[in-house]
């Protein structure tokens, strides 16, 4: 089995050190990732600089990768384009530092390089662990392994379809199971503070304080919250079909 | 009426210089721009970086906005949040030099500006025009003056939806019409070229030629390519509810 694996806090982050060390214990692991910390970059491309692109390689056990200075999505396409001998049977993308719920999944590089995946046709997978600070990526980690093993096994993921996976930050044992949820709403408050830098000049820093959004219990919000891992099968047909008709009848 | 107006080419682009100039003869325009190109970021946010904002005006007629050190998505957040005094009836983002059509529409930055803006629940618009080099924008402009006005008319755009327009490179009298389509598949071959620094380090450039996919006569692909305006109705529920059951049969 072959698993190409990529994520969006950088190669050397231990999110995707630990999801590299599961997942090569049931398939062959190539890592191609971002040098750097690229979260909340979105699907974003890079066409206005090159790309550099250098071999990267770990010792216990001894495997070896490429770091990409640029985004998940770059790592995904030049893994297949050029990198890569042979396709892979499955892309895994994480274990992202901290949550990818909701609504937030539209900027999220972790579950872009998923899509990027699922584009090409390959099934695909985007993972987060819902905490900011805690290193305890091992429960995410070995959930990945069973839901790789899974999908290949089930042959059932539409085309075009990735799972999009959050785990709480629980030990193994207070996880209450495994729930199908949909993509809730995530909204934040003061997401702007303004300050002046040493000569007076005005600039912003986005931040923001999650706001308890309306999500029903069938939300993934509402199930990491609760403790589940959630699982969400993303698709990325963004026609509005139904609306259609109506616009049609605007006689533009 | 409060129109909010952005784009992805930056607030120099001709694009933009052309909306700003018609969309002033219907309404109180406002625009928040990127200082420079930020084209392909896709829905990406500015998290790592403190955010620039200037006030930018330009004198025939005599109008002002601001220019943002960030991404398109970033400009609708701080418009939104913090620059302006009331909220915009609606956003428009572009005229985009180049298309935004199909499967690309998840690399843009001209249509994620009006994804932010639905999010915010604000009726939004992105407009691109299909070429890389014309400066030909006043069709597009026209249009989307007449499509501004239509949408605040009619209030039947569902809550979360924005029109994805592409213009055809093409004299007025030259247009076929208009196509409600659905967005279509875009793909490229030979998309790495692969160089070498004066010092022998290697890079990558991200390129590509378009292919001809199979797009059906509804798509918006299509549409452009026979001389037709596109308009496309976009949402961002990227729940692939369909498959939920399936999934939660594998008992995770």
Redesign the interface.
Known sequence: MRILLTNDDGIGASGIQALWQSLSEIGEVTVVAPVS?R??????????H????DEYCINHPRVCGWRVDGTP??CV??AV??LLDEPPDIIVSGVNHGPNLG?D???SGTV?AA?EGA?YGFPAIAVSLNSWQSRNFSVAAR?TV??VQ?VLE?Q???PR?L?NVNVPDLPETDIRG?K?A??GVVQYAN??Q??FDPRG???????GEPIDSDNGEDSDVAAVKAGY?S???????????S??K???N?R?
Chains 1, 2 share one sequence.
């Open positions: 910390e979260s909340a970059t979105s699907q974003a491309i890079t066409v206005h090159p790309i550099r692109v999505t770059d396409k030049i384009e050029a609504t999944v539209l900027y872009s899509i584009l959930f069973r839901l899974t089930k059932s993921l539409p379809t799972l495994v199908v949909k993509l997401i702007f303004r300050r000049r005005m600039y912003y820093w986005m931040g891992i699982v969400t099968p993303v698709h990325f047909d963004l026609t509005h079909y609306i259609m109506e616009i049609e605007w533009l």
